[in-house]
């Protein structure tokens, strides 16, 4: 037996020869055998050392053995800690029922047999060891906890931080597909609260049209153990939806039993956004190969009735008014086929850009649409602040504002005022100056519905009136100049006001004397 696996056994007795004979029986359990002559005495070690089996005599001076034990049992530290009397008078039951009571948990009788002496306190002394050995384990076994604890618990924070720190929304889900926990990108996304969205709570985020599937996949999912995999709309804070790409996967413990689901949420719409935008420039460039068809069949008749109309205009059985409308009928006629070569690319230009009057092209336009103007009761407030000219190609310019005063015309079919201006500016958030001229209406105005379809080939608000492809070509040709045509529809006083603003930069627009000196004129 080692020192540290020894146990303190603590002798009182106020007679020192009774201490000698006690020691020497005891002498042979290899314990820590401790003397003490009184009860102060006793109290004092007992408060130093840790005693497995406090042996004491019931008669002593000063303390007897009962009011000893009765303090000895006061201490916490002395609650299981053995006491064995020992006495030399003869004991009634009362006696030994008020030994126990006060804390006692034997009695030995004088004169002592040495067997039982060893034997009673050996016993008492093995449990001790077996006590303090247990709270050695015990204390190891919580640090242990303590430890693995702080493991898991760092564990969990690892892997919280890493959770909000993806972009996906994520979450879990117990075996059965109840969704208990969810990343703070969820919260961010949705703005709902835990309370909120525990359980079943996010069916609300789905739209109505889908929602019906995605929990027909999910359930499956549940039931059979198969990960899961759709694609979906859910709603924002905000109140709009988003497409996500959402999956989970089962995890299991070492029994291969679904402990929990761990599932993302991965926001596409960006990419289902760029594929449609793929295909629509697929489906332009299946356009562009009809139209291109288109233009060759037009083209062989265009030019017989080009050529007819110029040698009507020379024709000298007409006056002069009559030859100015051949003259603008001529006009027109070379502008249809500049769209018909205009239909195969937007970006194939003429030979040259020359230096144009945005002002001289929208009178034009306005000349043109005079009858029209006045038939329909529109009145024209023209306000041209810009003296600027932009190398341009004329008949490219005319197709865009004549395509803009047509569509502000067939908005105001009782009347109305049209707006036309011209101004030296420059584009929101661009560095170079340009002009912008602006072309608006008191008309019916835009539904918001179609404000986002309106440049797209093919739409019209017109019914059966419209192709669908004035504004989007007005819009390739204004962008060949790295320019820009938006537009705004307001509802004012129980009417509309639409406006559409074309912008042209600065590296296109210049004044007229550094066009005379680009040109040498």
């Not at 230096?355 to 041209?384: F, M, N, W």
Request: aromatic letters at 8%; proline letters at 4%.
């Amino acid at each position: 037996m080692t020192n540290s696996d020894k146990v303190n056994i603590l002798m009182v007795d106020d007679q020192p020869a009774k201490l000698l004979s006690y020691e020497a029986i005891l002498g042979e359990l290899g314990e820590n055998l401790v003397k003490a002559l009184s009860g102060r005495e006793a109290l004092d070690i007992l408060l130093k050392n840790d005693v497995a089996v406090v042996l004491m005599d019931v008669s002593m001076p000063e303390i007897d053995g009962f009011e000893m034990a009765e303090i000895i049992r006061q201490h916490p530290r002395f609650q299981r800690t053995a006491i064995i009397f020992i006495s030399a008078v003869h004991l009634t039951d009362l006696d030994r029922l008020k030994g126990y009571q006060r804390g006692a948990v034997d009695y030995i009788s004088v004169p002592v047999v040495p067997e039982v002496l060893r034997a009673k306190v050996s016993v008492f002394a093995e449990l001790h060891r077996k006590r303090r050995q247990l709270e050695v384990l015990n204390r190891e076994l919580e640090a242990r906890v303590m430890e693995r604890t702080e493991e898991l618990q760092e564990s969990e924070t690892q892997f919280r931080t890493l959770a909000n720190s993806i972009p996906q929304l994520a979450w879990m889900a117990g075996p059965g597909g109840d969704v208990f926990w969810y990343n703070q990108r969820w919260y961010d996304y949705t703005g709902t609260t835990l309370e909120e969205a525990r359980g079943v709570g996010w069916h609300n985020l789905h739209h109505p049209e889908h929602v019906t599937r995605v929990l027909q996949g999910l359930e499956h999912s549940w039931e059979t153990g198969a990960p899961w995999e759709d694609t979906f709309p859910l709603r924002g804070q905000d109140g709009e939806y988003r497409w996500f790409l959402s999956r989970a996967v089962p995890i299991f413990d070492s029994h291969d039993k679904i402990t929990r689901w761990f599932g993302t949420c991965t926001d596409i719409s960006r990419q289902l956004a760029a594929e449609e935008a793929l295909r629509k420039t697929e489906r332009l460039a299946a356009m562009g190969r009809v139209a291109g068809i288109i233009a060759h069949e037009i083209n062989n008749p265009l030019e017989a009735i080009t050529n007819a109309f110029y040698l009507l205009q020379t024709h000298p059985s007409l006056d002069d008014e009559a030859r100015s409308y051949a003259r603008m009928a001529g006009e027109e006629l070379a502008r249809i086929s500049h769209i018909t070569r205009q239909s195969l690319s937007f970006y194939r230009e003429s030979q040259q850009a020359v230096p144009v009057s945005v002002a001289t092209v929208l009178d034009d336009v306005l000349e043109l649409q005079r009858r029209h103007l006045r038939i329909s009761g529109v009145e024209v407030d023209k306000d041209y602040k810009s003296n600027v000219l932009i190398l341009a190609y004329p008949a490219e310019l005319k197709q865009v504002f004549l395509n803009l005063v047509g569509n502000a015309l067939q908005a105001m079919p009782r009347g109305g005022r049209l707006r036309v201006t011209i101004r030296d500016t420059a584009e929101r958030g661009r560095l170079p100056r340009g002009i912008r001229i602006s072309v608006c209406d008191t008309g019916s105005g835009i539904k918001p519905e179609d404000a986002k379809r309106l440049f797209e080939p093919f739409f019209t608000t017109k019914s059966t009136k419209g192709t669908g492809l004035g504004l989007w070509i007005s819009k390739g040709i204004i962008q060949k100049y790295d320019g820009t045509i938006r537009f705004r529809s307001l509802k004012l006083n129980g009417g509309s006001a639409t406006c559409f603003s074309v912008f042209i930069p600065g590296a296109m627009a210049m004044q007229k004397p550094e066009l005379a000196a680009l040109s040498g004129v």
